[in-house]
């Protein structure tokens, strides 16, 4: 699964604009979570601490905005 | 994380600190306080609400808490005058889960006594205190201030339901003192383990019972470090002053003219000074477009105004509750920044200012410290 990371966050993925992780294919809360494992500065920047995406941080599948289809 | 410029200050230089809405300004001065290096911004772009310095234990550490709006509240420290930053990967400050509760202001950080050099504190919005016992590597919540049975009755001010004052008693590392708005003055004296309203005789003009235990809004506490049971208190409505660690208040408004304002600062030696900066309470800017400072020397029977240095043409100034602050040197310094994005000083104790910066972002706090 390849993350595509946008500028402000990629000092917490040592300056790459894109990461593969190998989540296998299950839920995006997985795929995060390994994200998280791999480059955990990215996690409290993503969410706050109920787990909750950022008001302003946008998390797209595809094309498609994770709040518009299921969240995690 | 390289600031563009940093200082190299030299041992008992003057260090100022000034955090604004867009990011940090360090300036640094030899004693005379004549002439000021700047560097900056730090955290370019990001809220910086509160700042600290922390010269303990040999230490010639800063604190700021960074802000982004879509990234979330960061706790960041530097002991190379800004140069470089930590850059926690994990927040420093956060909620445990189980609380419900997510940060979103670090509205002050403080350090302890020189007693304890290793304790820091927290103020965060929603009112919370973290406390820290390591020198800042780690951090907890204060359950007895977060479980107290007042918590769900506190309300938020015009800023938001913050814990912004956090008050250090240099005689006594059990007792500390805080403020949220709107929830008034808090004190421990085990530590943190228990906390007590302490806002009698505090008005509450927008409570039907105008004198309530706790809810008041208060804006700011200060202490005068040479007679610790003194404090100092701008209100929302009101300047009072306590001879009793909090237990009684006593109203100093006498002589200002608007009884509204945001900063309280003691002067750093003598207990019977102190200074405010005033501000009409319907625009919250200096009344009339006058800006004046106004400073105590017999602890609130009188103020007098200073304005020696100051713009003669109309200034509709705002200074934020954490924006002005004393220096510790003699004679004390005086500085406060302005939403402007002014910074003032004074280094006769108020007699005469000067414009030391312009142009900055609306400032949010100063903090100043003696190397």
Known sequence: ?72 | MEAKTFLNPKNGAALLLVGTIKGAFFLSSDRSRERWETSGPHFPGRVVYSVAYDGRAGRQRIWAASTHFAFGTLLHSSDDFGRTWTNPESAPVKFPEDTGHSLKQIWQIAAGSEREPDKMYCGVEPAALFESNDAGRSWSLVRGLFDHRHRSQWQPGGGGLCLHTIVPDPANTKRLHVAISTGGVYRTDDGGASWQARNQGLRADFHPNRYPEFGQCVHKVARNPARPERLYLQNHGGLFRSDDAGDSWQEISSGVPSDFGFPMVAHPHDPDTAYVFPLEPEMRCSPEGRLRVYRTRDAGRSWQPLSAGFPEQASYETVLRDAMEADSLEPAGIYFGTRSGKLYGSRDEGESWRLILDGLPAVTSVKAAAL
Do not use: K, S
């Open chain 1, 1 to 72: 699964m390849v993350f595509f990371i946008p500028g402000p966050l990629r000092e917490q993925t040592g300056g790459r604009a894109q990461v593969r992780i190998d989540a296998g294919a299950g839920t995006l809360g997985e795929a995060l979570a390994a994200l998280w494992r791999e480059y955990p500065g990215l996690r409290d920047r993503m969410v706050n601490e109920q787990g909750e995406v950022r008001q302003h941080v946008n998390i797209f599948i595809g094309d498609e905005n994770m709040r518009d289809c299921g969240g995690f």
